[in-house]
């Protein structure tokens, strides 16, 4: 089963500031524990105080709506970067005072119809669907609010009221991999795979590589099999760095999307090659770098929209011209890199952060290994 109840944390290892103890804490944060499949539990064992409960980068996939019915308090709850695929009505039955709600990046297809109908939606501040399958929507204000919630019913309808366990048992299948590669020179050999009717490798317009942790390079080569891409989606994986010649070989190239990953920095010559690009996202990565000249061979006026949401040096996306000229202003002020003689300093090597915390396999109990 993707989700039990005997998920408990049973012990925190960690030392509080002088004058504090459990009883002071009001935040949990989890962080890059990708074998993480459930929330864990407990929390309130420790502490009655707790007001924000933040996941990102999970391996979660289901919800069965009482994971934060111990934590009367909350007010921010964020589950990111993960793969839940459906959201029950109860999940916010005992959470009456929530203000912001996230689940950006997630693998949603299903949001319970009466999720928003337990508590003053007015008292919300924030409301973030973004990069789902069902809904991609991020709202601030109360009217946008209000309109992201009839969205939900309407994009990602679910009627859960009396099937809520049906979503345990929920089954999907993933999608094989579409080619190989040469792990010694990071260049794509082959690649497989059936194509509609009539239609050849020259008819494929889009590369979409996802939830791959395994990939901690950008693969060369797939240029030569598929000559006429114009959108590429990468989600998920471990690259850390883009030194500036992926996207030499894809010329057309309209649509650049690279979230959710550990991307820490970005070379000036990304899009040398790439002219013609309108929609670029590094939303959700690890960004502190991006190459000051990043931009300077695009025509900016027909960029359409520019994400650089969540990273380390930079939270913002813009989709009007004048505010994506002040963005790329921003950048260079936030996240500076002068790497137009200095690119090879890009082979610089990043050290992981730890895990929050450590778990029993045999139990499945959660213990913390460093303060919250």
């Not at 949401?309 to 939270?315: H, M, Q, T, V």
Request: aromatic share 12%; hydrophobic share 35%.
């Amino acid at each position: 089963m993707p989700l039990n109840y005997g998920n408990a944390v049973t012990r925190i290892d960690a030392m509080h500031r002088t004058g504090f103890s459990d009883e002071d804490l009001e935040a949990i944060f989890i962080d890059r524990v990708y074998e993480l499949t459930f929330v864990p539990r407990n929390f309130s064992s420790f502490s009655e105080n707790i007001k924000a409960y933040k996941i990102e980068e999970s391996s979660i996939k289901f919800l069965n709506g009482d994971e934060f019915d111990e934590y009367p308090r909350l007010e921010y709850l964020t589950i990111g970067l993960s793969k839940i695929k459906a959201i029950p009505s109860k999940l916010f039955e005992k959470t009456l005072e929530l203000k912001f709600i996230g689940f950006f990046m997630n693998e949603i297809k299903k949001v319970g119809h009466d999720l928003f109908t337990k508590f003053y939606v007015e008292n919300l501040r924030q409301v973030d669907f973004r990069q789902n399958f069902c809904i991609d929507e991020n709202a601030k204000y109360s009217d946008e609010i209000l309109s992201l919630i009839e969205n939900l019913k309407e994009k990602c309808p679910y009627d859960d009221e009396t099937t809520t366990t049906t979503i345990l048992a929920t089954t999907t299948k993933e999608i094989e991999k579409c080619f190989y590669w040469d792990r010694q020179s990071e260049t794509v050999t082959e690649v497989t795979g059936r194509h509609q009717s009539s239609n050849t490798n020259d008819d494929v317009k889009t590369i979409k590589i996802e939830t791959t942790r395994t990939f901690s390079f950008f693969p060369q080569g797939l240029g030569n099999f598929f000559p006429n891409v114009i959108a590429i989606n990468i989600r998920n994986t471990n690259i850390e760095i883009l030194t500036g010649e992926e996207l030499d070989e894809f010329p057309q190239l309209r649509s650049f999307v690279f979230v959710g990953s550990n991307l820490t920095t970005i070379s000036s010559k990304l899009f040398e090659k790439t002219p013609n690009i309108e929609f670029i996202s590094f939303s959700g990565n690890k960004l502190e770098k991006i190459g000051r000249d990043l931009f300077k061979p695009i025509n900016v006026t027909q960029l359409k929209e520019l994400y650089f949401n969540n990273n380390f040096c930079i939270n913002r996306h813009e989709n009007v011209e004048i505010f994506i000229k002040e963005l790329i202003n921003e950048l260079k002020e936030k996240c500076p890199f002068d790497d137009e003689f200095t690119t090879t300093t890009l082979a610089t090597t990043t050290t992981m952060k730890k895990k929050c915390f450590y778990w029993d396999r045999k139990n499945r109990n959660r213990k913390t290994k460093n303060e919250f």
